[in-house]
Nanobody, 118 residues
Framework: QVRMVASGGGLVQAGGSLRLSCAASGRTFSSYAMGWFRQAPGKERVFVAR????????YYADSVKGRFTISRDNAKNTVYLQMNSLKPEDTAVYYC???????????WGQGTQVTVSS
């Protein structure tokens, strides 16, 4: 059974930092990209960052470039999202996902709430 467990969300003041984790289990993810998406209240879920599991190449949404860093720990099968210089507009539920090479999502994590106060 595949599981993707996201954690690390919370309440932080603007300018602060949080690190999200996504622990994946139940299969080999070496052929996937691991992504973070977020969904703010009343809005669609949008892409935040992506890392290619094999090779480590990374991609970011323009809105988070220079502030967020995605990384992975192969031994722990875990993907991280380090979020610095947080802004109120970063407030959302953050989801991790396992993406196929064609861009589809095979697995979603359960989401973790990030709230940034001004």
């Amino acid at each position: 059974q595949v599981r993707m467990v996201a954690s690390g969300g919370g309440l932080v003041q603007a300018g602060g930092s949080l690190r999200l984790s996504c622990a994946a289990s139940g299969r080999t993810f070496s052929s996937y990209a691991m992504g973070w998406f977020r969904q703010a209240p009343g809005k669609e879920r949008v892409f935040v960052a992506r890392i290619i599991w094999s090779g480590g190449r990374t991609y970011y949404a323009d809105s988070v470039k220079g502030r967020f860093t995605i990384s992975r720990d192969n031994a722990k099968n875990t993907v991280y999202l380090q979020m610095n210089s947080l802004k109120p507009e970063d407030t959302a539920v953050y989801y991790c996902a396992a993406e196929t090479v064609s861009g589809g999502i095979d697995y979603w994590g359960q989401g973790t709430q990030v709230t940034v106060s001004s």
